[in-house]
């Protein structure tokens, strides 16, 4: 089914068929958990660390510190707490996304007044893609090594090979030190690192809401 009897299905379901196919894309937009989040976002209450009320949505403005074993971005190879990488190839002056791939890890946050753990377990993270290449630019080693990766992620990817010639990569990631805007309910948490003593070991976390998940994003901070 192509995306217009796609999007014309989801309308019916929804009772909304009298819609033009643009409004009702920009009303599904809006309707996207990503866009929820992003709205939440907007409306919550920004604090520093050391402000944080426990039992409350804050956001806070802060610099990323790995918690865990780092990931690997599939592209650059960065080490990250996140990461994006996408592929798409180009057709008649635009690139259309063929394949995309994501990966969280949980991370510190730290401010000048402290720190607090973003558990990532149910995250929606939006990173701006801050490696491109495009595949007709390239020399041959580099160009080797993104055709390597996309034969390492499996039979989807392996396809775009056939049209390695007009294919875009593009990657974004959190690295340690990045600046990140991160929204999420303000908790008291086991710390699983520390060692136990008499008293349980105890750290301050930013965790998904009741209805809802934590937000992450590189730009926000920037808006």
């Given at each position: ?24 894309r920009s009303l599904l937009e ?68 063929q394949a995309s791939t994501q ?121």
């Amino acid at each position: 089914m192509s995306g217009a009897g796609s999007l014309s299905v989801l309308l019916l379901s929804l009772g909304l068929s009298t819609l033009s196919v643009g409004s009702a894309r920009s009303l599904l937009e809006r309707l996207s958990p990503t866009m929820r989040a992003r709205r939440r976002a907007a409306r919550a209450h920004l604090t520093s660390i050391a402000q944080i009320a426990t039992g409350e949505v804050v956001k806070v403005v802060g610099r990323v510190a790995l918690a865990e074993a780092p990931l690997e971005a599939p592209f650059s190879g960065r080490p990250c707490a996140h990461f994006e990488a996408a592929v798409a190839t180009k057709q008649q002056e635009r690139h259309h996304r063929q394949a995309s791939t994501q990966a969280t890890r949980s991370f510190w946050l730290r401010d000048d007044s402290g720190r607090v753990f973003v558990d990532a377990s149910a995250a929606i993270v939006e990173v701006f893609h801050d490696h491109v290449w495009t595949s007709s630019e390239l020399d041959p080693e580099e160009r080797f090594g993104l055709e390597r990766a996309l034969y390492q992620n499996g039979p989807r990817w392996q396809r775009l090979l056939a049209r390695k010639d007009c294919l875009r990569y593009s990657e974004g990631a959190l690295v340690e030190d990045d600046v990140v805007t991160v929204v999420g309910l303000a908790t008291i948490t086991h710390d699983p690192t520390l060692a136990h003593y008499r008293d349980v070991p105890r750290r301050l976390s930013l965790v998904a809401p009741q209805r809802g998940r934590v937000y992450v994003s590189d730009a926000m901070h920037l808006e």
